[in-house]
């Protein structure tokens, strides 16, 4: 499995773009990149997945470049809400292989 | 939405019990897991189930841990003898085929 590399924690504040960049260099061919976000005492929830290029959700996008080898989360206008830990992991996606989370990024939003 | 569903919420045992840890999976989706987060520290992967029976499992998943899909609709973790270090928050997810998975808000295990 890819191993990820992202920050440990990000500050921003209301209103503001948040990205939210991950390396993956070892990102194998069949592998996908997914975000998910977790709040204390709750289990992650899924925010987006893309294989390459940009995807877009209502909530969030995901900027893939070209060679894969990372990948960008971007929150736009982010609200105090959005104070939470953002795991980047990447895998085939739902199967027999179990998703391996890094310690993710603690994103923590100011007023 | 559908959701995945955890009992209990919260589970106290004593070192030594036996402690049953349930889920509901989303009724469509075919891949089942179990991952536990202890306090502060990352999700950990435990388990995967397909078709009847595990696909893949961590070290973690040693032999006091045991899962079943006891009938249609439900999909159990067991813990045969829990030791204090079993305390933990207990995630169950699933999954369609190469698709996100979809985690419970899983079941606080204290062990005392």
């Known amino acids: 499995l890819a191993k990820t590399t992202q920050p440990i924690s990000m500050d921003s504040y209301e209103g503001q773009e948040v990205n939210i960049t991950c390396s993956h260099n070892n990102i194998a061919t069949n592998d996908y990149i997914t975000w998910y976000q977790q709040f204390p005492s709750q289990g992650p929830r899924f925010i987006i997945q893309g294989y390459k290029t940009k995807v877009t959700n209502e909530v969030a996008s995901l900027f893939i470049p070209a060679d894969r080898k990372s990948s960008t989360l971007s929150l736009p206008r982010v609200s105090l809400s959005d104070t939470a830990v953002y795991y980047c992991l990447v895998g085939e996606g739902g199967g027999a292989d179990g998703l391996t989370f890094g310690k993710g990024t603690h994103l923590i939003i100011q007023p | 939405e559908p959701e995945v569903t955890q009992t209990p919420s919260h589970q106290v045992t004593q070192m030594g019990q036996e402690v049953i840890l349930r889920c509901v999976p989303i009724?469509?989706?075919?891949?089942f897991y179990w991952y536990r987060q202890i306090l502060g520290q990352k999700v950990e992967f435990l388990v995967s189930?397909?078709?009847?029976?595990?696909?893949?499992k961590s070290e973690i998943f040693d032999d006091q841990f045991s899962v079943e899909r006891p009938d249609g609709s439900n999909f159990t973790l067991k813990i045969r003898s829990t030791k204090l270090e079993d305390s933990a928050m207990y995630f169950c997810a699933s999954s369609e085929v190469q698709s996100p998975l979809h985690f419970g808000n899983g079941t606080r295990l204290t062990v005392t």
């Open positions: 009724s469509n989706h075919l891949y």
């Open positions: 189930f397909y078709n009847n029976e595990i696909s893949e």
